[in-house]
């Protein structure tokens, strides 16, 4: 049948590869590849059925200059989900909010993925939609400066409301401070 930290598991090579790659497909175990169904492009992606064992929360971010605001939004949004997928925006998004990022894409990534709560960081899609494609979310974590732009059928929308000071936890108050 499979077991729940198996799905979890092949759920997360799923996110991380956008669908799993034939070349990572034949490296599974049998009972592993039971669990999985080829969709789009050929790749191969959890069964429904093991899919519906574990809940999957979504928030996202810039990222840039990571803070106790960031640190509170991930913990709590961990507190909505068996797993959590960090989105971090990539630097054309930013570069169209007129501000440039004093760090790239993927060092953004990293800095995420090591962050106790995330089980996975991802870079966003070319929109929104893309995102949601790959991710399959439960629900969607708003931070406390957030507004919901993402409200699909079926996926819980979770708006955190601020535990800090928010003058203090805005990244552009920070760079503010240090003159940057």
Do not use: C, W
Not at 113 to 121: E, F, H, N, R, S
């Amino acid at each position: 049948m499979g077991s729940r930290e198996d799905a979890i598991s092949l759920y997360l090579l799923q996110v991380e590869e956008n669908g799993i790659s034939a070349s990572t497909y034949s490296n599974l175990e049998d009972s592993q590849k039971a669990m999985l169904e080829v969709g789009r492009g050929g790749r191969h992606f959890l069964k429904r059925e093991h899919r519906k064992k574990f809940k999957v929360a979504m928030t996202g971010g810039v990222f840039d200059v990571i803070h106790i605001g960031h640190i509170d939004t991930l913990t709590r949004a961990k507190e909505n989900a068996d797993i959590l997928i960090a989105v971090v925006a990539q630097d054309s998004h930013i570069h169209n909010k007129s501000r440039t990022p004093l760090h790239t894409q993927e060092y953004r990534q990293v800095l995420v993925q090591a962050l106790k709560p995330v089980d996975l960081a991802i870079l966003g899609g070319e929109n929104a939609e893309e995102t949601l494609e790959r991710v399959h979310p439960d629900a969607i974590v708003y931070g406390y400066d957030q507004k919901p732009f993402l409200k699909p059928e079926g996926v819980e929308i979770i708006g955190l409301k601020s535990k800090i000071d928010p003058k203090n936890v805005k990244t552009s108050t920070i760079l503010e401070k240090l003159g940057i």
